[in-house]
Nanobody
């Protein structure tokens, strides 16, 4: 089970930290990722992190602004977001897949959080 939290309403340029708490499995067997979905759009890949945390992958539009991290001792994954823009507005979802590779498409992930809303006003 994945539980997302940390979303909110912020102004452009602000920062937010999203968290995802995992339970019910061996956390360090799973690649963890964040996706987002804006109204009327498909769910898009944002960032992913390998099982040990030593390898990360980002969508180009968030590189330099978003940082994914994980704490395998606490079964949590975080997404630190800075310099937020109105186009970052979406529901953000944590996802997990038991894999040695780092998938970047939504259908490849098996487990999903409930989502947390991020709204960035201009």
């Amino acid at each position: 089970q994945l539980v997302d939290s940390g979303g909110g309403l912020v102004q452009a340029g602000a920062s937010l930290r999203l968290s995802c708490a995992a339970s019910g499995g061996t956390f360090n067997w799973y690649v963890m990722a964040w996706f987002r979905q804006a109204p009327g759009k498909e769910r898009e890949f944002i960032a992913a992190i390998s099982r040990t945390g030593d390898n990360t992958h980002y969508q180009d539009s968030v590189k330099g602004r978003f940082t994914i991290s994980r704490d395998n001792a606490k079964n949590t994954v975080h997404l630190e977001m800075i310099s937020l823009k109105p186009e970052d507005t979406a529901v953000y979802y944590c996802a997990a897949i038991q894999s040695v590779m780092i998938p970047t498409t939504a259908p490849e992930y098996d487990y999903w959080g409930q989502g947390t809303q991020v709204t960035v006003s201009s």
